[in-house]
């Protein structure tokens, strides 16, 4: 990868006064000066230099926000990432539809101990015992549909997607054990459209998207493409496939049809599009604060890959030194997502990559990780 063209594109800005949080959700930390942006360009460089054709990072502290990009947005045009760069951001839209839920519990129209049969009802066996809580913390035991995926790969409709989960026995009796399941939001999407009685694109665009003006986030339908300047995202051709190979026979699957996602992982957005979304989330913006509460109310999620803590759509983050990161990350065929910010939404880390799944060893990975404890934590 050492033939890769490394660019950067840096954008300071001082943060708008008027996306301050509301409140803050913890005691407030210590505020230190951002790093010097030639040391966090260097950090994106090395996420190149470990094998990823592209990355996109913002890091926000306090007043400052810094944004740059490193590497290449599309191999076959030679053209460089850019800070601005669209991407498709896999299970970050957990954390968006968990908020449209909340919302609408917030209102009196769900609650979280409502069960699936009241509102779905026939739709998934044993739907009377599973809660509207256990779908966001993945407790229900529902099966995981994407284990299961038929090929090749075409347009599903959301109950076609719980039809393959409900195909396999529960993993558990719900609320018993946790278990990650992207059947869980799919049926929290069709969830919101049935009490809502509109799609899940639609709410999520006037509750969320709109009043925060995230103009470049979107749930897509069926467009295959990503609309406006956007990174291409990449896989590897096979198992065997190193970064010491290069990146010449990288399979450009940027275009796709991501209806197997939906609301389980099928947004597009920017860094700056969710760094603004958590701020406004965990600055009590967009729920009230008992609301964000519950949605930071955690079960134990130890599992190999995952945070050590779930909540409603959040991950969190124990790094040490008394810090908590919340947010989520996401991982679609083509881009890794990684979002994460302080319980009070003073420092964020928001950084995209587009090769994935990332073949092993994983030392782009290794590298975010190591820019995430130390830009945003101790």
């Keep these: 990868m050492a033939a890769l063209l490394v660019v950067a594109a840096v954008v300071w800005w001082p943060r708008d006064r008027s996306a301050a949080p509301a409140s803050s959700v913890s005691a407030p930390q210590a505020t230190r000066p951002l790093t010097d942006p030639a040391v966090l360009q260097q950090q994106l460089d090395g996420v190149v230099e470990a094998g990823a054709p592209g990355v996109v990072g913002l890091v926000r502290t306090g007043e400052r926000t810094w944004q740059g990009a490193s590497g290449l947005g599309d191999l076959g045009a030679k053209r460089s990432a850019r800070a601005g760069d ?9 954390s968006f539809v968990a908020t449209v839920v909340l919302q609408l519990v917030g209102e009196g129209r769900l609650r979280l101990v409502d069960n699936l049969e009241r509102w779905l009802p026939g739709l998934v066996p044993g739907g009377e015992q599973i809660t509207v809580r256990q779908l966001l913390n993945h407790t229900s035991g529902l099966y995981n549909y994407t284990d299961d995926l038929p090929e090749p790969p ?28 992207n059947t869980n939001y799919i049926l929290a999407g069709m969830l919101v459209e049935r009490v809502t009685g509109d ?8 509750r969320i ?60 957005s920017t860094t700056a599009d969710l760094a603004r979304f958590y701020q406004a989330l965990l600055g009590s913006q967009l729920l009230a604060p008992e609301l964000l509460k519950q ?45 994460f910010s302080t319980a009070d939404a003073d420092r964020q880390l928001v950084m995209v990559t587009n090769l994935q799944p990332e073949p092993e060893p994983r030392a782009a990975a290794a590298a975010v990780e190591n820019i995430l404890r130390r830009e945003v934590s101790c």
Excluded at 86 to 94: D, E, H, L, P
Excluded at 199 to 206: E, F, K, V
Excluded at 302 to 314: A, E, I, K, T, V
Excluded at 327 to 332: I, N, V
């Design 209 to 268: 998207f709109r009043p925060l003006g995230l103009d470049d986030t979107e749930l897509p339908t069926t467009q295959e493409r990503i609309a406006g300047p956007h990174a291409r995202g990449y896989s590897p051709p096979d198992e065997g496939w190193r970064v010491t190979d290069g990146p010449a026979r990288l399979v450009d699957v940027t275009e796709m049809d991501t209806s197997w996602a939906w609301a389980a992982g099928a947004m597009v």
């Design 199 to 206: 799609r899940l694109a639609a709410q999520l665009q006037r």
């Design 295 to 339: 949605m930071r109310t955690t079960v134990d999620a130890s599992q190999p890959g995952r945070g050590m803590r779930y909540g409603l759509g959040l991950e969190v983050l124990r790094p040490g030194c008394g810090t908590e990161l919340w947010g989520h990350t996401g991982s679609l065929e083509g881009y890794g997502t990684t979002a």
């Design 154 to 181: 075409r347009r599903f409709r959301p109950r076609e997607l719980v039809a393959i989960a409900t195909g396999h026995k529960p993993l558990f009796a719900p609320g018993t054990e946790f278990s990650y399941s």
């Design 86 to 94: 669209r991407f498709r951001i896999g299970s970050v839209t957990k």
